[in-house]
């Protein structure tokens, strides 16, 4: 992606999700995938794709265990459905 590409899918982005705390991060070296953060955390990339003349982009979010609240106990979930 070049810095303009960047740049304007990052201003989407900010726009879309309602953050100025959304940044796009521009590979280290090129060929290596751009980067999405929230604050100073990255949480996936960003990926330019062109087909028969038409570019989009594609986000990809990755989200770890670690980072996700414990799950509710056993008995809980089967409370809160009945």
């Known amino acids: 992606m070049t810095p303009t590409d960047i740049a304007r899918v990052q201003t989407y982005l900010r726009r879309l999700l309602g953050s ?3 940044t796009l991060v521009a590979p280290a070296r090129k060929g290596m995938s751009v ?3 929230v604050q100073d955390e990255v949480i996936g990339t960003v990926h330019r794709d062109e ?3 038409e570019v ?6 990755t989200v770890l265990e670690e980072d996700l609240p414990p799950a509710p106990a056993a008995g809980a979930a089967a409370a809160r459905r009945k």
């Open 20 to 22: 100025e705390r959304v």
């Open 35 to 37: 980067e999405i953060a």
């Open 51 to 53: 087909d028969e003349g």
């Open 56 to 61: 989009s982009y594609a986000v990809h979010i």
